[in-house]
């Protein structure tokens, strides 16, 4: 090579712009995703307590199980004497399959830990919602007020599913264009998962009623409606192939008029998370809705009307079911941010002084990523063998001792005589403990038993005057409820009972053999 084509090397290279320093830290996780990793991390360590409070998540594993055992999805009742053989709409079977295959390699732990991460996820796809706003700290504000309401119902059950997939949904038709024709196949997934898939239809509803409101009032005009479904003529098929899809299950139709049975009737007056928020306890839904209505008192008319609707619908869903505060919290994250965002600007920009710096390219996915492989390695390590991780994760994730496994104890090496009659939660921890072995009364599946035995149920525990012809009418022979239960004291003064059993959570009463029916 000549001197002078070295120099011309040297003179290119030196008038070339340098490559930009930061290009390696591409890999540097966002703070969407440093803020899913820190809230599992968070959950993980902290809430594995409270996420079993629930017996359902006892009896969802115990029915994975059997289904995994038979190759076939229950349709009847196997587990009671009350119900044993009634249709019953396993509406959450796959999420019961999928409960019971990590139950068989990380126990309840893995159980825990999996819904943990499908928590962290939802929030992670809450920020992508913000990502229009670029204002990272409008987004942490935001899903903040999401992640402190969903802890009221933080539990490893498969609702956790319709948190994740919702705000798919919701991202998915805030994006728009074509791809929202993932709708229904994440619909029909769903709709196998849990009941909440019909929150994914209301989702493309509302906007499809709010793009109809943002046309103004002339769009409910006769002369109007083809000009608004030839301009919605893609969410409108969308729509239509979503409710066909979430019939692509074992039961059909069926599930569809599900959700709509199991919150009404005797269940939406006597479960406690379908009943309404106690509003002097829960003070933060409280101020939730106060924050609603201070901000729709100053943005109220600059409020776009699919989140006006958002606020009206989801505010609706948790003054009458308690068990959908979380959810308004999570769905109404679009509202915070458009109502929030010209305040955040105007803070944001009165805080920087000077020259803007150049921003620093961050990773989306280098998180949740990492968020994964945290889950799965810690439901690794409560699949080994080591005695230390055993320990510590029966510190973490601690079966309730209100459930006495030294009473399940004392049941199988001394079965009683009759049937049984239990609290509904213990119901929850026999069904997963004994299985069909011991034929519970009653169980968290309350949707299967009805109104009818629900209200008996409700009779006798609660010590009505119908309690004693009840307990002959379904031949109880043995009863098995808290300790210090009313029925409990009450049983201990009839002379046809004796008590068998007792510790420190639960007795186990007899009917002596001269009084049984």
Same mark, same amino acid.
């Given at each position: 090579?000549?001197?002078?084509?070295?120099?011309?090397?040297?003179?290119?290279?030196?008038?070339?712009?340098?490559?930009?320093?930061?290009r390696s830290s591409r890999l540097l996780p966002d703070i969407g995703g440093i803020y899913?990793?820190?809230?599992?991390?968070?959950?993980?360590?902290?809430?594995?307590?409270?996420?079993?409070?629930?017996?359902?998540?006892?009896?969802?594993?115990?029915?994975?199980?059997? =289904?995994?055992?038979?190759?076939?999805?229950?349709?009847?009742?196997?587990?009671?004497?009350?119900?044993?053989?009634?249709?019953?709409?396993?509406? @959450?079977?796959?999420?019961?399959?999928?409960?019971?295959?990590?139950?068989?390699?990380?126990?309840?732990?893995?159980?825990?830990?999996?819904?943990?991460?499908?928590?962290?996820?939802?929030?992670?796809?809450?920020?992508?919602?913000?990502?229009?706003?670029?204002?990272?700290?409008?987004?942490?504000?935001?899903?903040?007020?999401?992640?402190?309401?969903?802890?009221?119902?933080?539990?490893?059950?498969?609702?956790?599913?319709?948190?994740?997939?919702?705000?798919?949904?919701?991202?998915?038709?805030?994006?728009?264009?074509?791809?929202?024709?993932?709708?229904?196949?994440?619909?029909?997934?769903?709709?196998?998962?849990?009941?909440?898939?019909?929150?994914?239809?209301?989702?493309?509803?509302?906007?499809?009623?709010?793009?109809?409101?943002?046309?103004?009032?002339?769009?409910?005009?006769?002369?109007?409606?083809?000009?608004?479904?030839?301009?919605?003529?893609?969410?409108?098929?969308?729509?239509?192939?979503?409710?066909?899809?979430?019939?692509?299950?074992?039961?059909?139709?069926?599930?569809?008029?599900?959700?709509?049975q199991v919150s009404a009737g005797v269940f939406s007056t006597s479960v406690a998370e379908?009943?309404?928020?106690?509003?002097?306890?829960?003070?933060?839904?409280?101020?939730?809705?106060?924050?609603?209505?201070?901000?729709?008192?100053?943005?109220?008319?600059?409020?776009?009307?699919?989140?006006?609707?958002?606020?009206?619908?989801?505010?609706?869903?948790?003054?009458?079911?308690?068990?959908?505060?979380?959810?308004?919290?999570?769905?109404?994250?679009?509202?915070?941010?458009?109502?929030?965002?010209?305040?955040?600007?105007?803070?944001?920009?009165?805080?920087?002084?000077?020259?803007?710096?150049?921003?620093?390219?961050?990773?989306?996915?280098?998180?949740?990523?990492?968020?994964?492989?945290a889950a799965v390695t810690l439901m690794a390590f409560g699949a080994s063998a080591s005695?230390?991780?055993?320990?510590?994760?029966?510190?973490?994730?601690?079966?309730?001792?209100?459930?006495?496994?030294?009473?399940?104890?004392?049941?199988? @090496?001394?079965?009683?005589?009759?049937? =049984?009659?239990?609290?509904?939660?213990?119901?929850?921890?026999?069904?997963?403990?004994?299985?069909?072995?011991?034929?519970?009364?009653?169980?968290?599946?309350?949707?299967?038993?009805?109104?009818?035995?629900?209200?008996?149920?409700?009779?006798?525990?609660?010590?009505?005057?119908?309690?004693?012809?009840?307990?002959?009418?379904?031949?109880?022979?043995?009863?098995?409820?808290? @300790?210090?239960?009313?029925?409990?004291?009450?049983?201990?003064?009839?002379?046809?009972?004796?008590?068998?059993?007792?510790?420190?959570?639960?007795?186990?009463?007899?009917?002596?053999?001269?009084?049984?029916?």
């Amino acid at each position: 090579m000549s001197r002078d084509s070295i120099q011309n090397s040297k003179s290119k290279i030196q008038n070339s712009p340098s490559p930009p320093l930061y290009r390696s830290s591409r890999l540097l996780p966002d703070i969407g995703g440093i803020y899913c990793l820190v809230v599992f991390l968070a959950l993980t360590a902290f809430a594995g307590r409270s996420a079993l409070l629930d017996g359902d998540t006892l009896w969802h594993i115990k029915v994975g199980e059997v =289904m995994l055992q038979r190759g076939a999805v229950l349709t009847k009742d196997i587990f009671s004497h009350t119900a044993h053989g009634h249709p019953w709409i396993a509406h @959450e079977w796959l999420s019961e399959v999928l409960m019971a295959l990590i139950h068989s390699w990380a126990g309840i732990p893995g159980v825990v830990i999996f819904y943990f991460l499908l928590a962290a996820m939802s929030f992670w796809l809450l920020f992508q919602l913000a990502e229009p706003y670029d204002n990272p700290w409008l987004a942490i504000f935001c899903v903040s007020i999401a992640l402190t309401l969903a802890q009221m119902h933080l539990l490893a059950r498969p609702h956790i599913f319709t948190w994740f997939f919702g705000t798919l949904v919701l991202l998915l038709l805030s994006r728009g264009g074509r791809i929202i024709y993932l709708l229904p196949p994440i619909t029909a997934l769903w709709a196998n998962l849990h009941g909440g898939f019909v929150l994914g239809l209301v989702l493309q509803g509302l906007f499809l009623l709010g793009h109809a409101l943002e046309s103004g009032w002339r769009t409910f005009l006769p002369d109007h409606w083809r000009a608004f479904f030839g301009e919605q003529q893609r969410p409108i098929l969308v729509l239509l192939l979503s409710i066909g899809a979430a019939i692509l299950n074992p039961f059909g139709y069926k599930i569809l008029l599900f959700p709509f049975q199991v919150s009404a009737g005797v269940f939406s007056t006597s479960v406690a998370e379908w009943v309404g928020p106690d509003m002097q306890g829960n003070w933060p839904f409280r101020f939730f809705i106060l924050f609603i209505l201070f901000l729709l008192f100053f943005r109220g008319p600059e409020i776009r009307w699919t989140n006006r609707l958002f606020v009206l619908f989801f505010l609706d869903q948790a003054l009458t079911h308690s068990r959908h505060v979380s959810i308004a919290g999570i769905f109404l994250t679009p509202f915070f941010l458009e109502a929030l965002q010209p305040w955040f600007d105007q803070a944001r920009a009165w805080l920087k002084k000077g020259p803007e710096k150049p921003q620093v390219p961050l990773s989306k996915v280098t998180a949740p990523v990492l968020t994964i492989f945290a889950a799965v390695t810690l439901m690794a390590f409560g699949a080994s063998a080591s005695p230390s991780w055993k320990s510590a994760y029966q510190e973490l994730f601690p079966i309730p001792a209100r459930y006495s496994p030294a009473a399940i104890a004392y049941l199988k @090496e001394h079965p009683p005589a009759g049937k =049984m009659f239990n609290k509904d939660d213990l119901g929850d921890y026999l069904l997963y403990s004994l299985g069909p072995d011991f034929q519970v009364f009653i169980d968290g599946r309350l949707d299967m038993y009805g109104e009818g035995i629900v209200k008996d149920y409700l009779k006798m525990s609660r010590v009505r005057k119908e309690t004693n012809s009840l307990l002959r009418s379904y031949d109880i022979g043995w009863v098995i409820f808290p @300790e210090s239960d009313p029925l409990i004291l009450y049983l201990r003064e009839q002379k046809e009972w004796k008590e068998v059993y007792r510790d420190d959570q639960v007795s186990i009463l007899e009917r002596k053999a001269a009084e049984r029916p």
